[in-house]
């Protein structure tokens, strides 16, 4: 039995996962899906955004489902309590370090991206960003009061950004035996300029690189690259990064994609352990109205079955689906340009389903 959990999560989160256990339910239908909750949603039924079964559940399957964490009314919380402590939990207990988010322009979209159609028409990068290191974990972190200096009295909030060796050297060879695939091109993002963090990082990308001498490496600083993305995203292939640049950026990248609904993403470990979830958050200004993008979150499910089970038929097949029902002119109102039929979440997912074959 190959059991996937499937974590929906808050806001938009039940109504993308649904629609995307459907597709992985129908091209694969020997998966045997078990929900539990998480984040917010945890947090009402068990007092915790992480419960302990949830953790079990997600540790025990071949791969996880997940919607999407957050609401601003749990924003008052104590921190470890917050919804997003749940991701940010699963990421570091599992060791997903390996965080692929692609950005491709399905061609039918070229009208959805807010970039003109040259810049962006044949758009097919992979952002690779380290996920459970940098500022998001670094110790200390905290609030305390400046003892002395012209800010003296004054409450300060403090976190640490850091990276061990090991941290960066393992993303380095996910990222370099990525790009060995694509078209043999890498650039790391960073801030070496001002960052002692970064420049380790980039010291570490350089040694790296000799153990891959047919893949062009090339160096950028995060402010950069902010801009390039949008000047000339197409000049990168394979970008490499740290947890917090790599969070920024691939939301800047999901843009040109034609929507933020779009931006599907694979959290990988040592041994291919998997969690799929869309690149975007609940959207709780959307949720419980039918009209979320489902497609990150189903194409998300096609990373599954690719990543963690080897399935490259089948995740074929999601993907096909998606392109087909965007062939048919149906779009959900975060890609919806004139000409094209507006459709809800439901409506998207019984599309895709459709469209199998
Ligand atoms: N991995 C995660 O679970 C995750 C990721 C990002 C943000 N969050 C959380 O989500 C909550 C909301 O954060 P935010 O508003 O900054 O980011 P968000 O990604 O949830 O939403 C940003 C904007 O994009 C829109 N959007 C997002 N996904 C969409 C979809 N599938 N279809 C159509 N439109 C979509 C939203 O309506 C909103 O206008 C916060 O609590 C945040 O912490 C969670
Ligand atoms: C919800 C939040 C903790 C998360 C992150 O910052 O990693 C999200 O923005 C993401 O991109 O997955
Ligand atoms: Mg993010």
Redesign the pocket.
């Known amino acids: 039995m190959t059991q996937i959990a499937v974590l929906a999560?808050?806001?938009?989160?039940q109504e993308?996962t649904t629609q995307a256990a459907r597709v992985l339910q129908a091209v694969a239908p020997d998966l045997t899906l078990v929900e539990a909750p998480v984040?917010g949603a945890a947090y009402d039924l068990h007092g915790h955004p992480l419960p302990q079964e949830t953790l079990d559940l997600a540790q025990q399957s071949a791969a996880i489902l997940?919607?999407?964490?957050?609401?601003?009314k749990?924003?008052n919380l104590p921190r470890e309590l917050r919804?997003?402590q749940?991701?940010l939990g699963l990421r570091k207990a599992m060791g997903l370090f390996a965080n692929f988010r692609p950005a491709i322009l399905y061609p039918q979209l070229a009208q959805a991206s807010s970039l003109k159609p040259e810049i962006v028409s044949g758009l097919d990068i992979l952002i690779i960003r380290e996920l459970t290191g940098d500022i998001y974990f670094g110790q200390p972190r905290g609030v305390r009061v400046v003892e002395e200096g012209p800010f003296a009295g004054d409450k300060q909030g403090f976190d640490t950004m850091l990276y061990a060796e090991t941290e960066i050297r393992r993303i380095a060879k996910v990222a370099f035996e990525a790009a060995q695939k694509r078209n043999k091109k890498l650039c790391s993002v960073d801030k070496a300029n001002v960052l002692e963090t970064s420049q380790l990082w980039r010291d570490i990308m350089i040694e790296v690189a000799k153990d891959y001498p047919d893949v062009e490496l090339s160096h950028m600083y995060v402010d950069n690259a902010a801009m390039q993305l949008v000047r000339a995203p197409k000049a990168f292939d394979v970008i490499v990064t740290g947890n917090i640049f790599g969070d920024i950026l691939s939301?800047e990248a999901a843009m040109l994609t034609g929507?933020?609904?779009m931006l599907p993403s694979a959290s990988l470990n040592a041994s291919n352990q998997g969690l799929y979830?869309?690149?975007?958050?609940?959207?709780?200004?959307?949720a419980g109205q039918n009209?979320?993008?489902?497609?990150?979150?189903i194409l998300s499910a096609a990373m599954l079955l690719r990543y963690s089970l080897g399935r490259e038929a089948q995740a074929l097949q999601v993907e096909q689906a998606v392109a087909t029902v965007l062939e048919q002119g149906l779009r959900?109102?975060?890609i919806y340009s004139e000409g094209t039929q507006l459709v809800g979440t439901s409506e998207m997912g019984d599309a895709v389903l459709n469209a199998l074959g």
Request: aromatic share 6%; net charge negative.
């Open positions: 999560g808050d806001g938009i989160g993308i984040g997940f919607g999407a964490v957050g609401d601003w749990y924003d919804p997003e749940a991701i939301d929507s933020i609904g979830e869309p690149s975007h958050g609940s959207a709780p200004d959307i009209k979320a993008n489902p497609l990150a979150t959900t109102a975060d």
